[in-house]
C-alpha cells in the first residue's frame, strides 16, 4: 500500500477517535476518490498515482472556490477552502515561483520550443515534474508569456 494512502488512513481513525468531523468528511472524499480508480481500474495505488488524483482534486476545489465567490456563497467557499487545505497537506510542498520558472526555462532549452506552438511539448516535459507541486494552469500562464515575448 501506498505510503500517502496509508498515512490519510492513519488519520481517518486519528479524526474519527478525535471525533473532528469535518476533517474525517474531507479524508473520505479522498478515500473514495482513490478507491473509485483502483475499482475503475483494477490496480493498486501508488504514491505517483494518489499525487496526480489529489492534485485534480485541489484543482476542482479552487475552481469551485472562485465560482462560489463569484455567486456570493461564502458558506460554500469555506467549505471547499477547508477540504482544499485538508487534500493540500498531502501533496508535495508547493514550488516558489521562481523555482518554476527555473522548471519553464530548463525544459523550454531542452525541447527546443522557439513559440506558442511548441507550448505542448514543454507542457509535456514540466508535466511530470511539477505534478503536485504547482498549479498548472498557473504554469501554463507563465509558458504562454515567455514563449510570445
Not at 479522498?30 to 501508488?46: C, G, P, S, T, Y
Amino acid at each position: 500500500m501506498a505510503g500517502i494512502k496509508n498515512k490519510i488512513s492513519d488519520d481517518v481513525k486519528a479524526a474519527m477517535r478525535s471525533k473532528d468531523k469535518e476533517r474525517l468528511g474531507a479524508l473520505r472524499l479522498i478515500q473514495a476518490a482513490f478507491k473509485q480508480k483502483e475499482v475503475d481500474e483494477r490496480i493498486e495505488l501508488n504514491d505517483d498515482q494518489t499525487i496526480v488524483i489529489l492534485d485534480k482534486m485541489a484543482k476542482q476545489h479552487r475552481d469551485s472556490i472562485s465560482q462560489f465567490k463569484e455567486a456570493n456563497r461564502n458558506d460554500l467557499v469555506e467549505i471547499e477552502e477547508f477540504e482544499l487545505k485538508i487534500i493540500e497537506e498531502y501533496l508535495p510542498a508547493q514550488l516558489s515561483e521562481d523555482e518554476i520558472n527555473s522548471f519553464i526555462d530548463n525544459a523550454i532549452s531542452t525541447s527546443g520550443a522557439e513559440s506558442i506552438k511548441d507550448m505542448g511539448k514543454v507542457m509535456g516535459i514540466l508535466k511530470g515534474e511539477l505534478q503536485g507541486r504547482a498549479d498548472m494552469g498557473k504554469v501554463s500562464g507563465l509558458i504562454k508569456a515567455k514563449l510570445n515575448s
